[in-house]
């Protein structure tokens, strides 16, 4: 079973920062893609950023120049740098993750989201 927890978010001024942090638990042989989605209320969940195994990344437009995604392979961690933050960045953020990991059935690939962190941003 693969596991992720989401931590860092919570109240912020517009134009101020945060770092949400994401750690993967399980007995995991790997990890491709780390990612960054985030939904507001009534609105569909979007893609903010992503990270592959290689630190090739990729971010949504509205946040380029703002966030950064980063990721620690050594503690199967994916961060999210946000700053400049307004308040149409005021979401839930998920952390998702693919790769490799042992489950009671053996080894399988894996897709898995976190619970989702709470991002709200004041004008």
């Known amino acids: 079973q693969v596991q992720l927890v989401e931590s860092g978010g919570g109240l912020v001024q517009s134009g101020g920062s945060l770092r949400l942090s994401c750690v993967a638990s399980?007995?995991?042989?790997?990890?491709?893609?780390l990612g960054w989605y985030r939904q507001a209320p009534g609105k569909q969940r979007e893609l903010v950023a992503t990270i592959t195994s290689s630190a090739r990344t990729n971010y949504a437009d509205s946040v380029k120049g703002r966030f950064t995604i980063s990721r620690d392979n050594a503690k199967n961690t994916v961060y999210l740098q946000m700053n400049s933050l307004k308040p149409e960045d005021t979401a839930v953020y998920y952390c998702?993750?693919?790769?490799?990991?042992?489950?009671?059935?053996?080894?399988?690939?894996?897709?898995?989201w976190g619970q989702g962190t709470q991002v709200t941003v004041s004008s």
């Open positions: 399980g007995v995991i042989f790997r990890v491709n893609v």
């Open positions: 998702n993750a693919d790769g490799s990991a042992l489950f009671n059935s053996g080894r399988r690939d894996f897709v898995s």
